[in-house]
C-alpha cells in the first residue's frame, strides 16, 4: 500500500530527511492530530504502539483507543515489573477496549544462557535491559515502519531537543507528547477520567522494573529514580543498538 510518506519523498532523501519533514508537517498539532495522521495516513497498518503501562501511559492508550482500538500494543514484560503494573495494565486495556495488546518476554533460552540465577540486573542493568526489553523488542521491530512513543522533551538532559518524528536507523519513532508538560498530562487524565498509576502517589513519576526503579524528591527529573546512582537513563530500546553486549 502506498502510505503518505511515499508522497514525502525529497530529493537524493534519506529517512532522516522524512523524519524532519514529516516532522515539519505535524509540527503545531495536537497530539490528537499528530495522532491521527500517523495511524490512518502516514503508517497505516505498519505502526505500533509501545507502552510501559506506566504513570503517563493511560494518555496514549486512551487516544490511540478512540482512533483505533485494534492498534498492536507492545509491552515489555521483564518478568519484573511491579505487580501494580500489571494490575494496571489488564486494568487500562479492559477499561479501553483495547483489542492487540502484546507481551513481549526474553526469548526462554537467552535467559537461561545469560541469566541463569535470575539476578543480571546486579551484574549489569545494560546487559538485562539488553535480554529483557531490547532483544525481545528486536524481534518484532520489523513487523512495523513506525512506532509510537510517550517520550517528552522535559522528562531528562537527553530528550530536550528530541523531534516529533525521527529515524532510529531502523524504525521512524513518532512522539506525539515531545512538547507535553506534567500538567498535560494531569489535566487530560483528569477530563478524561482515566485512572492513574498506583505508584504515582507514592512518590513514582516514572515507573519501570522494580530492582531499577526509585521514588524521587521533590524537583528531581521525573526520570531521576531510573537506575538511579548509575550513569543509564535509558534502557536502550529508543537507541539504534539493537541489543548487542549481553
Ligand atoms: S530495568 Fe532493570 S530489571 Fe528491568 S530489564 Fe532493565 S536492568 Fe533488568
Keep these: 500500500m502506498t502510505t503518505l510518506i511515499d508522497t514525502l519523498k525529497v530529493e537524493d532523501g534519506t529517512e532522516t530527511a522524512y523524519a524532519a519533514e514529516i516532522s515539519a ?19 497505516p497498518s505498519q505502526i505500533a504502539l509501545s507502552s510501559s503501562f506506566g504513570a503517563d501511559s493511560a494518555v496514549l492508550l486512551h487516544m490511540v483507543s478512540e482512533i483505533n482500538p485494534h492498534t498492536p500494543v507492545i509491552f515489555l514484560d521483564t518478568d519484573r515489573h511491579f505487580f501494580q503494573t500489571t494490575q494496571y495494565r489488564n486494568q487500562l486495556v479492559k477499561q479501553l477496549g483495547l483489542t492487540n495488546l ?26 538485562c535491559c539488553a535480554l529483557r526489553k531490547v532483544r ?3 524481534r518484532v521491530t520489523d513487523d512495523y515502519q513506525a512506532w509510537i512513543t510517550g517520550r517528552k522533551r522535559h522528562q531528562s538532559a537527553t530528550r530536550t531537543h528530541m523531534p516529533l518524528v525521527e529515524w532510529d536507523g531502523r524504525n521512524y519513532k513518532v512522539n506525539p507528547l515531545a512538547t507535553w508538560t506534567s500538567e498535560d498530562i494531569k489535566a487530560y487524565m483528569a477530563e478524561n477520567d482515566l485512572p492513574p498509576h498506583p505508584l504515582v502517589e507514592q512518590g513514582y513519576p516514572s515507573i519501570g522494573c522494580f530492582p531499577c526503579t526509585k521514588p524521587v524528591e521533590e524537583g528531581q527529573d521525573a526520570r531521576a529514580g531510573r537506575w538511579a546512582g548509575q550513569e543509564k537513563t535509558e534502557c536502550g530500546i529508543h537507541s539504534v543498538a539493537y541489543g548487542e553486549g549481553i
Design 25 to 43: 508537517r505535524l509540527e503545531g498539532l495536537t497530539a490528537q492530530e499528530i495522532l491521527r495522521l500517523t495511524l490512518t495516513e502516514f503508517f
Design 136 to 138: 525481545p523488542l528486536n
Design 102 to 127: 502484546i507481551n513481549l518476554k526474553a526469548d526462554p533460552q537467552e535467559a537461561k544462557d545469560f541469566d541463569p540465577k535470575g539476578i543480571l540486573w546486579q551484574q549489569s542493568t545494560d546487559a
